[in-house]
């Protein structure tokens, strides 16, 4: 088996078996299963300590043996200064929290002492709450609300973590985040914004910003999020976008309604495509800005036709019949236009005269043949935890990341 020492050395060897004997004294006063839970609750702290002080004694000597200790050190000649271990130090895991011996070797090369449990267990010097136990409280954090951790945690083990480190968890977890575009996935890109209940904001909040781009293998993966004002800020969003024109030569942007992010597009070479699920989403909203009764007749009337010109399946046929067929849907639209106008729906009719130019762009050049965003399932998936409570702007942004990265992008511990 191969395997990678913490600083980057390769060394074959062969699958080791590592037993460890371990003798748990329970306390248990009835046969009740709740009982037994409870006390076998209470042993998994110092069982698990056990586990860790025996690999690793057994590592450090074997190591030391065999030479692998001073490479990592980068060392030509080591000794033993301690290999018990007289100092103790705390180290918080997912169990609680542990005491492990301070190993110590003289390295002769340099003439001093050196540390090497930390090194050993693969966490850096002075660290207390290890990587592998940020990244996990992190994500559970990002996935249920602070006192759901800490309850779920405290129940199955003795760890006991305060809602202030949840958040701490939740912050490093997300430095480690970064999103970037995919050469090697589809050229086509979504685009959305949804508002966050951020403190001392006002009202609205802010607005997380996402850009996400389709896989060969179906599916979406985030490519760039933000968080920042309303209508401001997409140009950091899309900036990656004109660097990447140099691989895909063209791309195919998938927005809904609102013009905002277009303004973050100067200067690079799009086809834009309208999601057809906004469409009709979106003329409820402009119908109810025209004053048009709810479910009255032409409420139902312009509904019934939006919904009919944004119903595309997937056009497999040969080109001449899907231009026919869109030439068709954009002719039933342009008569609806001019029925809103003549009916004095001035609202409905500006917004689809804004949509009408790039509502089958994708279908024209043959790149799609539907158009849904996938990306309002990731808007729905992120504000799932965030709408729980109001934030800073630092911990929503985290919580974004995390849950996008963890739902659609791998992120896992």
Known sequence: ???????????????????????????????????????????????????????????ALKYMRDGTLAQMLHSSKLTWKTSKGNEMTSIHTI??????PQLQVKDHERKGRRYITRLLLGIQPRVRIPHITVKMIGLMGSLATYRVVKKIASMFTAANFSLMS?????????????????????????????????????????????????????????????????????????NPLKESLKKFKEIFLITDGDTTPLEGLKGIKITLQRCLFHIPHETKYTLWEDKVKRKSEPWKYILAQVLDITNVRRIKEEQGVAERFIQRKLDQFTLLITYCRMNGYEHTAHYFSDAKADLFSGIEKRVMGATLSYIERVMRTINMRINVAKWSSESALAVAKIRGAYYYNGFNV
């Open 1 to 59: 088996m191969l395997s990678i020492l913490p600083n980057g050395i390769k060394k074959e060897e062969s699958i080791m078996q590592v037993v460890v004997p371990i003798t748990v004294n329970v306390d248990i006063d009835s046969p009740n299963l709740k009982e037994i839970i409870n006390g076998f609750r209470d042993a998994l702290n110092p069982c698990f300590q056990t586990v860790v002080l025996q690999v690793l004694n057994y590592f």
């Open 95 to 100: 169990f609680g929290k542990i005491q492990v």
């Open 166 to 238: 949840i958040l701490r968890c939740i912050r490093k977890a997300a430095q480690e985040i970064d999103f970037s575009i995919q050469e090697q996935e589809k050229n086509e890109f979504e685009a959305d914004g949804t508002g966050l209940p951020v403190k001392k904001t006002g009202k609205r909040g802010k607005e997380l910003k996402v850009l996400a781009q389709r896989k060969k293998t179906r599916g979406i993966r985030i490519a760039g999020m933000a968080l920042g004002q309303y209508k401001k800020g997409w140009d950091k969003i899309f």
